[in-house]
């Protein structure tokens, strides 16, 4: 990797972490209304995401090009998960204000977001010994790890931050619902959404951990794709079920919110299904990938681009369009990460 596509990679993601913040911003300046406020919010704490994606980008690509160094080992995950840590603290804050709807539903679903940033940048930590994957790869089956790879109880540990954190995210949704009131419903559903998202994580988590100790099996070339296959199947069919269930207003947001989320699983499909592929052998497609979360993008924009002239006849539709819009530039985050992935792993 040359040294003008490295910094055009790492880039992508900042350019869209301005993006959600710039138009997240300017949401919240076009009224006081609730959905202003919520897609507002929404797509600021989505920047959360995309900081977090940089961090993991640098670290990989900086490894890459030979650019790496202890302070950049420590820095670029801590940058990552403070921005996460920061994101659910004000998703706290917000809930504290009130039992406004506004309130309810941008807090929680602002922590949720936060819980996803977190399990990127465990991504981001566990990416610290990247290039030993080419390493491992290169060893005999059974042959153990490389001994510069993390120990077996740190690869436990990084496994089971997004894990922990899905898990956390789907009590807190199981609270939610069980309190019944139109905006907690709401808030339950994105949530439930956002921490399938944190599921799909694992195994993007669990393949590189794997890889880089030469733990990675051939099994697990099918299990960790289609465990994130099913996480983004799960949020559009629980989407479709939550727009088709009731004529109220109040399902619309949530309702095409959990389908953009199934489109981020479906864009992580990608770099799970690169690094499988690319293990011990060759994939002469594997350029082709990044098309993935490319295509992952467009659809959300392009769903969001009907949704906003929807907006004009049913009102309910206004946080759907905008927070599409944040997802979609999440996703072409994504395609950042997927090509670094690419070019670190394939030897094709």
Same mark, same amino acid.
């Given at each position: 990797m040359n040294l003008t596509i490295s910094i055009l990679f790492r880039a992508i993601p900042l350019a869209m972490g301005a993006v959600c913040l710039a138009f997240g911003l300017y949401v919240l300046s076009g009224g006081d209304d609730t959905n202003h406020f919520v897609a507002g919010h929404v797509n600021v704490a989505l920047t959360a995401i995309c900081i977090a994606l940089f961090s993991t980008a640098a670290t990989i690509i900086r490894q890459l090009v030979h650019r790496y160094g202890?302070?950049?080992?420590?820095?670029?995950?801590? +940058?990552?998960?403070?921005v996460a840590l920061a994101t659910m603290i004000w998703g706290v804050t917000i809930v504290r204000r009130g039992d406004e709807p506004q309130f309810i539903v941008a $807090?929680?679903? &602002?922590?949720?977001?936060?819980? %996803?940033?977190?399990?990127? *940048?465990?991504?981001a930590?566990?990416?610290?010994?990247?290039?030993?994957?080419?390493?491992s790869a290169a060893r005999d089956v059974g042959s153990g790890p490389p001994p510069e790879a993390y120990s077996s109880r740190v690869r436990a540990v990084l496994i089971a931050v997004p894990a922990v954190l899905a898990v956390i995210g789907l009590v807190i949704a199981g609270t939610l619902y069980a309190r019944g009131s139109t905006p907690e419903v709401v808030a339950g559903h994105v949530v439930t959404g956002l921490s399938l998202v944190c599921s799909a994580l694992v195994a993007l988590v669990a393949s590189i951990v794997r890889q880089v100790r030469n733990?990675?099996?051939?099994?697990?070339?099918?299990?960790?794709?289609?465990?994130?296959?099913? &996480? $983004?199947?799960?949020?559009?069919? /629980?989407? /479709?079920?939550? /727009? +088709?269930?009731?004529?109220?207003p109040a399902r619309l947001a949530p309702g095409v919110v959990l389908i953009g989320l199934g489109l %981020?699983?479906? *864009?992580?499909? *990608?770099?799970?299904v690169l690094l499988a592929l690319v293990w011990r052998q060759v994939f002469p497609l594997a350029n082709r990938i990044p098309i993935i979360p490319v295509g992952t993008a467009l659809t959300c924009l392009f769903f969001a681009a009907f949704l906003f002239e929807a907006t004009a006849r049913q009102p309910g539709f206004f946080v759907g369009a905008?927070?599409?819009?944040? =997802?979609?530039?999440?996703?072409?985050? =994504?395609?950042? %990460?997927? @090509?670094? /992935?690419?070019? $670190?792993?394939? *030897? @094709?």
């Open positions: 202890r302070v950049w080992e420590i820095l670029l995950p801590v +940058l990552g998960y403070a $807090g929680y679903v &602002m922590i949720g977001i936060g819980f %996803i940033a977190a399990s990127v *940048s465990t991504v930590t566990a990416s610290t010994r990247f290039t030993l994957i080419q390493t733990e990675f099996g051939e099994g697990e070339r099918y299990r960790w794709t289609w465990w994130v296959v099913a &996480m $983004g199947t799960i949020n559009v069919l /629980l989407g /479709l079920g939550v /727009l +088709l269930a009731s004529d109220k %981020i699983c479906f *864009s992580i499909v *990608s770099k799970v905008h927070v599409l819009v944040g =997802l979609g530039a999440v996703c072409f985050t =994504l395609f950042s %990460i997927v @090509s670094i /992935l690419e070019a $670190g792993t394939s *030897s @094709s």
